[in-house]
């Protein structure tokens, strides 16, 4: 039997990351995956493939409906929808590929299969060529999570899909019901709405994005409202008739009643739940929390001694650079050095047109912790680089120590935000004030501008407005 | 080439001291006069600068015992590199270093006034390496001129923060700091809650080396308290008088003089009186003789954040109450910023201890030798009191004076209190001198 310093169940990024960093630091070890094709959710049906897709059905609705006003006459313009997914295809193939390199190079022992644990220091995996036995010296569960399903419309991978399907339709649904107005609700939303469906997105919170500040949801939801996509906030989806052709959806809400939505096809995105079953936790006595997930401690233990497990299977949002901080501080953990998480300053981003991108806590949140705080905004709209781009809707928010300045939460809607966040990141991780970033020199023309001015007008002293 | 950077002498009975801190690290490029080390001494922690620009290398590590005239470390000057302009002058006289950096003055006599020396060496304490602070602090640090090695950093890797310099300029008090306690036999009042490592939670215990300062202090007090015979006498002031004195002339004081009007040169200037109404208090023992002082230098105690020190104001007889405030402003600054010479510090014939910007409303002052007396000031406060057989409010404040009673005695001793007493509770006294 093989023996291994670490075995890592699930190839998503949390896990490969996970083997790589231990390898890097001179541990055997071997990672398990029940797909041929390596990294996980994210890489093959989660955050690449929605994000060449959105490129692409932007690229179509920027020509038919923007290019005029930069003088940029297109003729008929029309949708290859078949190339389109292809050339996802290529791109989700190039990077999962890169994966393998990557554990080559590393000298890590992919085994293909479905990994179970038998014991907290042992791994059997279940391949096509029979069943691998593993003796791991340390186990790292990173099995991911699956779309959550409602109790009565039950997933068909027809009518009724998931995040999975809706990847990867063969043609453009002409009405496309969307329950749940989280990330994947509305990027696949907006992917759809752009490509010609009619869209329709119920949610039973009172805002899109739950987790964003109130200000820029509202911000986010004006601006999908304004493009087309009907979303109907507050509404519950209370029954559904799945037909041959259709669905009917029953919603109801406070103000409007009760009504029949109609759709060709429904994409069900009310959230992921940890990939508990399968991998023999409960055999092997795998301590679960109260909601479900693999209970961990600060370190990422579970209670079996040796066995750790990180990103969706555990508390904290299930987001893949999260999961991949998770997997670098196991490795390093187990490698005898200081492995460590910052989770408060893990950025989170929804790739609408206008982006959303947060991090940090929201006005909600730290009204609610009694955390005096100082607000900065300011809109993208006056940003000479937002108006040469086309793309002037938005605004950045910051909140800061009232007392002490240090940013405690930064908040984005509008062009690119999804990239500058990372510099609101860095900031919160060296722990700095709004005034460092308002002294800190940013490019001109940039959008990055407004974020400065943001953390100027927390001391109320924005130059440009 | 290179040039020496060498312990300097610090005062007739110092040979030796302890090299806290590198201010600066090995193989950066320092400027002229920037503070290279914390040199702590049995008496006072000072800052030890380069005579020349260059590249510093590092000899000994901190935490060693250093000799005065060792060489700690050298200065290349050819490898100036981005150092300031303004050092560069400096170089083409670069001899190898004669005068050590920071020499003390050589302790002055008394005819003379103490002043000028010290007040030209306090505007050109440069930053330190403003550039490795973050763009915020390095605005506060340069607005408030704090000395950022100061400042505990509570960042990563010890990054000072924001809030750190917030926080730290909170607890400063406004201008200068206050003065402080002196030994008391009250917890001791020296090292500030603020610079000292933080507790990791879960932590029962810190350990940490005492600081030279603090030895020595802690040796001082023992000592005292071993060889004399000390007593306590207290009375208590009314301090309605010198407070309404003050708001009256607060402004116009401080328009005329440039520095505030605080109660502690009224208490130096009764303490002064005292002093002459009552010569026995101002005497010492020395062997089997009694040396008997003419002269009136008063220590006043200052608690600043890296330990408490009792800098001392000279021939305060001498001295207008606004030149008093100007010169206990001046040396609660240096001793904040570590530039106090051992001159300074020594030969206080009496001295006075303000327990009351803590908060204390009683206590037993510990000596400070070779005085043989020291004024405990507390807490204002306002208490019922009869005054012509009527019960009326007014602002209090206890005053302790501990004594040396093989040398004053009890007469003597509740006297001088009595006067001080006097002299606070009606200022006009001092002036017709009854």
Redesign the interface.
Known sequence: MATFDLVVIGAGPGGYVCAIRAAQLGLEVALVEKHRSLGGTCLNVGCIPSKALLESSEILEATRTRAAEHGVVAGEVSLDLAAMMARKDRIVGELTDGVGLLMKKNKVRVVTGRGELVAANRVTVHGDDGVTELEAKHVCLAMGSVPATLPFLPMDGERVVSSTEALAFDKVPKKLLVIGAGAVGLELGSVWRRLGAQVTVVEMLPMVTPFADKQMAKALERALTEQGMDIRLDTRVTAAEVLETKVKLTIESEKGGAETLEGDRVLVAVGRRPATSGAGLEEAGIALDDAGRVAVDDHLRTNLPDVYAIGDLVRGPMLAHKAEDEGVAVAETIAGLPGHVNYDAIPNVVYTEPELAMVGRTEAELKEAGVPFATGRFMFRPNGRAKALGHEVGLVKILA?K????LLGVHMVGPRVSELIAEAVVAM?????A??L???CHAHPTLTEVVREAALAVDKRSLHS | MAVDVKIPEIGESISEGFLAEWSVPDGSIVAADQPLLVLETDKITMNVTADAAGRLEVLVGEGETVQVGQVVARIDTDAEGDAPAAAEAKDEEAEPAETPPDTPPEKESRSEPTEQQPAEKEAETPPADLSRLTPAVRRLVEEHDLDPSAIPGSGKDGRILKGDVISFLDRRPATAPKPAPTPTVEPPSAPRPGPQPAAEPGERQTRRPMSRLRQRLAERLVEVQQTSAMLTTFNEVDMSRVMALRSRYKETFKERHGVGLGFMSFFVKAAVDALKTVPEVNAAIDGDQVVTNHYYDIGIAVSTDHGLVVPVVREADRLSMAEIEARIAELAAKAQERSLQLADLQGAVFTISNGGVFGSLMSTPILNPPGSAILGMHAIQKRPVVVDDEIVIRPMMYLALSYDHRIVDGRESVTFLKRIVDCIADPDRMLLEI
Do not use: K, Y
């Open positions: 120590h007392d002490t300045d240090e991780e060296l722990r700095a004030s005034e460092d308002a002294r800190t």
